[in-house]
């Protein structure tokens, strides 16, 4: 027989946390909407990526003298 650790709620400093990130939504981690933070006309987004990838980005982005985000941008307004 398996003894199941009781889970416990997380701290309310990580709650705040989480609910602190600029692409914070309601779910688990939050109990009042939040609107996405902005800057201009541009959402602010957290991702995480693989090392070799954003170095593979880097270079992509500088070779056409475009930005990290924008090459972000670029990429994810061409998908089908």
Do not use: C, Y
């Not at 199941?4 to 309601?26: L, N």
């Not at 270079?59 to 475009?66: E, L, P, Q, T, V």
Request: hydrophobic share 45%.
């Amino acid at each position: 027989m398996t003894i199941a650790k009781k889970r416990t709620p997380p701290p309310a400093a990580v709650e705040a946390f989480i609910a602190g990130a600029p692409d914070a939504r309601p779910g688990d981690h939050q109990t009042q909407p939040k609107q996405i933070k902005t800057l201009g006309r541009k959402s602010i987004i957290t991702v995480s990526i693989d090392p070799d990838v954003l170095f593979r980005l880097d270079a992509w982005a500088k070779a056409r003298g475009m930005s990290r985000a924008a090459a972000v941008s670029f990429a994810v307004s061409n998908l089908d």
